[in-house]
């Protein structure tokens, strides 16, 4: 496993457990449509809310949230239907970003955008 990848997988530990303690019940992590992941998907109170989880080691780029593109948002947003579709779900969703910077194994901070973009919209 790469670095890169091991930052990632870093990152979405600390996002689960981060949501877990604000009261949010995981329903599925890492949910593959075609080429596109959703990192998790949860609900908060009655909303299903679909959270892509960016993690950067550095800040030399910019923070992890500026790596949330449109194109991106698209792609997670035909995820989301087709999660739905399969499931049953037809009620309130939300898209949610969750910005991590990691700079060493033990130092991290989180920030969570609730409502990031709705689709159709961008």
Known sequence: ????MKTGRRGETLAHAYL?????RIEATNYRYRRTEIDIVARHQDIL???EVKTRSSLAFGHPSIFFGKQQQGRISRAASKYMEETGYDWEVRFDL???Y???SQD???DHYEDV??????
């Open 1 to 4: 496993m790469t670095d890169r």
């Open 20 to 24: 877990l303690e604000k009261g949010y």
């Open 49 to 51: 809310v679909f959270v």
């Open 98 to 100: 969750i910005a991590i």
């Open 102 to 104: 990691l700079p060493s």
């Open 108 to 110: 991290y901070r989180l």
């Open 117 to 122: 973009f709705f689709p159709g919209l961008h």
